[in-house]
Structure formats: C-alpha cells, structure tokens
C-alpha cells in the first residue's frame, strides 16, 4: 500500500473535462513530481489531494484511509508564496503547526538557521526578497505534522541562479527530514534534477501520458545536468512529451 493513492480521479469544469481517469501512486519518503503544460490542471489535481475541491470521479487515499473531499491532511504550498504581510517570518512559520495546536518554537528557529535566515525571525514577509520568502514558506510546509508535502511549482518565479541554490537546499532538507513530497513544475531539468520519479501530464484533458524512474544517485551534485547520463532521460522525457 502507498501513502497516497489516487485512483481514476477525473475533473471537469464547467463541462469542460481539466483530468481524466488520474491515478498514481506515492511511496513513503518519496520524492515524486507532476510535470506537465500549463494549464494542464496541475494545481487542480493538488486541490483535489487538499479536499478544496471534490472529484466527480474516483478516489484518494491517505494511509489507505479515504480522503477525497477532506481538508487537512496533507502539507500544501501554493503557487504563490502566500505569507501574512502582517505576521513576522517566525510567526508565518509556526502557523501551519498552530493549526494542529502544536506550537514548536525551538524548532522553528533551528529550521530558520537552517534556511540561511537567521537573524530574520521578527523581520516582516515585505523586508524579504523572493526567495527568502519562498524559503519561509517552504518551511512552514515542512514543519506542519502532515506526513505528505505538496508543493506547486515553487520555484517558478525565481532567476536561474537563486532556483539552483533553492532545489540544493530542497534536497538536503528533504534528504534531512526524510519527508515524502508532490512536487509540481512544468520545468524538465528541475523535475530531472530533484526527483525519484516524475509522471508527465497531457493537457486537454489531463492523463497520465509518461512515468520515468530517475536513475541518478544521491546526494546529487549541482554539475549533473550536464552529464550525459542526464540528457540521455532528458532526450527520452522530451521525446514522450513531444509526442503527446
Ligand atoms: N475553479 C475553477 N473554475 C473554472 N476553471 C478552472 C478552475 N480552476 C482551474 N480551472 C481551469 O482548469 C484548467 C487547469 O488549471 P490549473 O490551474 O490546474 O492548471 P496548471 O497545470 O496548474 O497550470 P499552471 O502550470 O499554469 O499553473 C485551466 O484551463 C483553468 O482555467
Ligand atoms: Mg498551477
């Protein structure tokens, strides 16, 4: 039995079908991305797994526990960043475990130090720069008690050097924290680079087109996109893709 699993899940808005007949299947300490086109109904697909939205078919499960339509039991970081403009980075943090009425303080430092921001604790989301700010959230996804994270592409709206630094910094964390993790983008050589295994989306509607278990050992280095081993997957995921 996976943790998650998520059987013939299909969604439609407006009559128009966003994801037919969806099913996957996630592994403790899995580390698994959805790559797929925008507009592809990737972040719907997270909605789903959070219960804010109900599919018109299927199921998902938690622990072999059926979840479909309930909040709460996932770790869920939006596309956006969304920190409180009027709570400080520490009290941001703390929030996702204030909901389960466990507030942790000391650890909420450590993992501040952790993401290279201490010294911030009290500053205000607005004195952060934008990766500062995705790091606060990311945080505060990992500190929640939900022994599932689901992550919709973060990192998107970072230049190419501060993206490089955050997925070494996901890694170690995630490699730390022995979490299992859903990771969204739409980027092929950040899903090659971060993942266990990645399963590619069509769009129009959405179906599970692809699946590739990603061969390259940990901890990875930062130089591996450049090896051919890398572009030998990458040629292979550009190929599924080109013909979906
Ligand atoms: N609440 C909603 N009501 C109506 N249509 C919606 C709703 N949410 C999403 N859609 C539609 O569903 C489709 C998939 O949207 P979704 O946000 O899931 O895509 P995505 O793969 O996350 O895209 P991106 O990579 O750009 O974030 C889009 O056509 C969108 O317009
Ligand atoms: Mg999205």
Redesign the pocket.
Known sequence: MGLLEIADVSKS??GRK?LKDISLELQEREFVTIL?P????????FHLIGGLLNPEQGSIKLNGENITGKRGFISYMP?QPSLFPWRTVLENVLLGQELHEKRDVEKAVAMIAKAGLSGYEHSMPNELSGGMKQRVAFIRALLSPQSLICLD?PFTALDGFTRIDMHQWLLSIWSEFQRTILF?T?NIDEALFLSDRIIVLSSNPATVIYEVKVPFERPRKSNLPLENEFLKVKKELYEAIGGA
């Open positions: 808005f407006d966003v797929g925008s507009g592809s109904g990737k972040s719907t697909l596309q592409e969204v739409h």
